[in-house]
């Protein structure tokens, strides 16, 4: 085993350590005060007692879908920035979080939401399914990234202001306040039924967005020696983008919008994985998972009489982030 490789096991063995204790933080966190040996037998009790109620109706939820939701995002970023060779780049590039979120308003707007409740989620994942279908219209199914990249831009902003349409022209004020708070992002009052509707379809997503690993790697050497090497550009292109919208339209549907963690995860690990695309995509799942579940634990102890979003607390973090990134890469071009 060589060394860079012993050093990324041993950055995955850590990822997953940090994943387990923060689970277990948030597991123990909330307004309902569980001495921490009790939350062990609360999770695997069949009685109904109160911390059982708590810890499976309302924290095991949220702990599942934070590490769900920010895997799938730190695995699509690094997979979406592997494939354009771009750091900046993140899954709303493409238009998928926008367009499962547009989906997500065309449901509270037709008040479909009231109707059952998981026609909001529902609604996610049928935005970004229709996403890809407008990608492909609009790209074509050929290997050219830069008329993915413009496609992806197109719908962000055609998705963007249908969104804004829906809040300005919505005869329910309460409806477009409900809207309004649920594009922030946030995983409270989710349960399991949520869980059990977004897994599905993202186990499928991040199974394309790992099979790419190799391709990845030698589209690092160019598109042509990347061909050389047997890798398909428009096959790569294809796993990458519908493993991106099952998965993070599967998130958005389930969270709403959670920017910045598919930019800043895979930024922050590439050093420590040699730079190497393939090794960075299971280290940006982990580190996705590590930031939602540190970023909802903050939302919740910091909560008091206005519930601060998980949303906003990530674009906190990574908006910052974003203009070094900008500032550092204008510097090496000067």
């Known amino acids: 085993m060589s060394p860079g490789t012993g050093r990324t096991a041993a950055l995955y063995i850590s990822l997953v350590a940090v994943v387990v204790i923060l689970a277990l933080a948030s597991l123990g966190a909330g307004r309902a005060p569980i001495p921490w040996l009790d939350i062990a037998p609360a999770l695997w009790s069949r009685e109904d007692s109160l911390a059982a109620l708590i810890v499976q109706e309302l924290r095991l939820p949220r702990t599942l879908l934070a590490v769900l939701v920010g895997a799938t995002l730190g695995l699509a970023g690094a997979a979406l920035q592997g494939l354009l060779r771009n750091p900046l780049a993140e899954p709303g590039v493409i238009g998928i979080s926008s367009c499962a979120a547009l989906g997500a308003v065309a449901v509270f707007y037709s008040g479909l939401s009231q109707a059952f409740p998981l026609a909001l989620p529902l609604g996610g994942v049928t935005g970004a399914l229709a996403?890809?279908?407008?990608?492909?219209?609009?790209?074509?199914?050929?290997?050219?990234?830069?008329?993915?990249?413009?496609?992806?831009?197109?719908?962000?902003?055609?998705?963007?202001?249908?969104?804004?349409?829906?809040?300005?022209?919505?005869?329910?004020?309460?409806?477009?306040?409900?809207?309004?708070?649920?594009?922030?992002?946030?995983?409270?009052?989710?349960?399991?039924?949520?869980?059990?509707?977004?897994?599905?379809?993202?186990?499928?997503g991040w199974?394309?967005?790992?099979?790419?690993?190799?391709?990845?790697?030698?589209?690092?050497?160019?598109?042509?020696?990347?061909?050389?090497?047997?890798?398909?550009?428009?096959?790569?292109?294809?796993?990458?983008?519908?493993?991106?919208?099952?998965?993070?339209?599967?998130?958005?549907?389930v969270s709403g919008v959670v920017g910045f963690v598919g930019l800043v995860v895979p930024h922050l690990l590439r050093p420590l994985?040699?730079?190497?695309?393939?090794?960075?995509?299971?280290?940006s799942a982990l580190g996705g998972a590590v930031l939602v579940l540190a970023a909802d634990l903050v939302v919740r102890l910091l909560e008091g009489g206005q519930e601060l979003k998980l949303g906003v607390v990530t674009a906190l973090v990574g908006a910052p982030f974003f203009l070094y990134l900008v500032l550092h890469y204008r510097r090496r071009m000067l």
């Open 273 to 283: 994985v040699a730079h190497r695309p393939g090794a960075l995509l299971p280290a």
């Open 207 to 253: 199974l394309l967005l790992l099979s790419t690993g190799r391709a990845l790697d030698a589209l690092t050497l160019g598109e042509d020696a990347a061909a050389s090497l047997g890798f398909g550009i428009a096959s790569v292109r294809n796993r990458v983008v519908l493993g991106s919208a099952l998965s993070v339209g599967a998130a958005v549907a």
């Open 131 to 204: 996403a890809v279908s407008l990608l492909y219209m609009l790209a074509g199914r050929g290997e050219s990234l830069l008329a993915l990249v413009l496609a992806g831009v197109a719908l962000n902003s055609l998705a963007g202001a249908l969104t804004a349409l829906a809040l300005n022209l919505s005869p329910n004020p309460f409806a477009a306040y409900e809207v309004f708070f649920w594009l922030l992002g946030s995983l409270g009052d989710r349960s399991m039924e949520h869980v059990r509707l977004a897994l599905p379809l993202m186990l499928p």
